[in-house]
């Protein structure tokens, strides 16, 4: 059975950093490329960086880029998001979420290709 299990979300000042980890189980993690989406309630997700299987092709969305790094350790079955420079519209249901397969840029960065989801960890940036 394969899991995804989000934590490191929480409650920061504007201008602060969380690490978010996304940790699998049940798949052969180093074959898979791995995203992080964030949805507010009753908005649409919206794709805010990805990391191919390999870690050679890195995609931001452009809210997020310059302040946000994604990395992964197939060691630890763990990809990481670093975020840095928080803002009041960061706040956010952040996901992780993984596929195998192509590691284009436009199946990377589409919600439509993504198998397997986590539950999601809440980040909330006071302003």
């Known amino acids: 059975q394969v899991q995804l299990a989000e934590s490191g979300g929480g409650l920061v000042q504007a201008g602060g950093s969380l690490r978010l980890s996304c940790t699998a189980s049940g798949l052969t993690f180093s074959t898979y490329n791995v995203a992080w989406f964030r949805q507010e309630p009753g908005k649409e997700r919206a794709f805010v960086s990805a990391?191919?299987?390999?870690?050679?092709?890195?995609y931001y969305s452009d809210s997020v880029k310059g302040r946000f790094t994604i990395s992964r350790d197939d060691a630890k079955n763990t990809v990481y998001l670093q975020m840095n420079s928080l803002k009041p519209e960061d706040t956010s249901i952040y996901r992780c979420?993984?596929?195998?397969?192509?590691?284009?840029?436009?199946?990377?960065?589409?919600?439509?290709?993504?198998?397997?989801w986590g539950q999601g960890t809440q980040v909330t940036v006071a302003s």
């Open positions: 990391i191919s299987w390999s870690g050679n092709t890195i």
């Open positions: 979420a993984a596929y195998n397969g192509d590691s284009r840029e436009g199946p990377l960065m589409s919600d439509t290709w993504y198998d397997y």
